[in-house]
């Protein structure tokens, strides 16, 4: 079993619809969280980033940690065709030198 | 968030040649990078931390002597693929860590290199 679960997708959605993103994961030592969208042949960017559990707004993007369930979501309000990309959730252990465990990444298609 | 480039972009040599890659953080000291290696359709894995005056940490599987790591200075770190396969032929990306409270890694745009 892998340390942190994501579904590969392809996930289609139409344009303007809300994308829901998850992980799951299996080492409770980890304690940041983070979200990052990679478009083809590009560097990940970092999107959302979160300490502990809660939530996290920023614009269109809201990130969820659950630690007790040891899951982790992103969502996409209003989802644009050029939100298509390859997303991916990350995690570090505080003190793991910063080491990050990625998920494997979901595909998102936005049709317009 | 911290701006990272990386040179080149793309690169095709021959087989059993040397190639170097540079990750410069253009707009911040950065202590440690991180290189990772990520083949199509799969997710990044890490190949080693790089601490600025000091040698490499590398994970575990990945050939010291075949990818060696230099981060002489805190806005530069070169990894070079030495005598380079087709099966090292991959997208190598580095990442700075930004350790200003957030703790966050921000990455380069990533370099491709293809081993004819």
């Known amino acids: 079993q892998k340390e942190v679960e994501q579904d590969p997708g392809p996930l289609s959605v139409p344009e303007g619809a809300i994308v829901s993103l998850n992980c799951t994961y299996s080492n409770s030592a980890f304690q940041y969280f983070m979200w990052y969208r990679q478009y083809s042949r590009k560097g990940p960017e970092l999107l959302m980033y979160?300490?502990?559990?809660g939530n996290k707004e920023d614009g269109r993007f809201t990130a969820q940690v659950d630690k007790s369930s040891k899951y982790i979501s992103l969502f996409i309000r209003d989802s644009q065709p050029s939100d298509s990309a390859t997303y991916l959730c990350?995690?570090?252990?505080?003190?793991?030198?910063?080491?990050?465990?990625f998920g494997g990444g979901t595909r998102v298609l936005v049709k317009p | 968030g911290a701006v990272v480039s990386q040179h080149p972009s793309w690169v095709i040599c021959k087989s059993g040649t040397s190639v170097k890659i540079e990750c410069r953080s253009l707009d911040f000291q950065a202590t440690t990078m991180f290189w990772y290696r990520q083949f199509p359709k799969q997710s990044l894995m890490l190949m080693a931390t790089s601490n600025e005056g000091s040698k490499a940490t590398y994970e575990q599987g990945v050939e010291k002597d075949k990818f060696l790591i230099n981060h002489a200075s805190l806005t530069l770190s070169t990894l070079t693929v030495t005598s380079a396969h087709p099966e090292d032929s991959s997208f190598y990306i580095c990442s700075v860590l930004q350790a200003s409270g957030s703790e966050t890694q921000y990455f380069g745009p990533g370099t491709r290199l293809l081993v004819l």
């Open positions: 990350a995690m570090s252990v505080e003190a793991a030198g910063n080491k990050l465990t």
């Open positions: 979160t300490y502990s559990s």
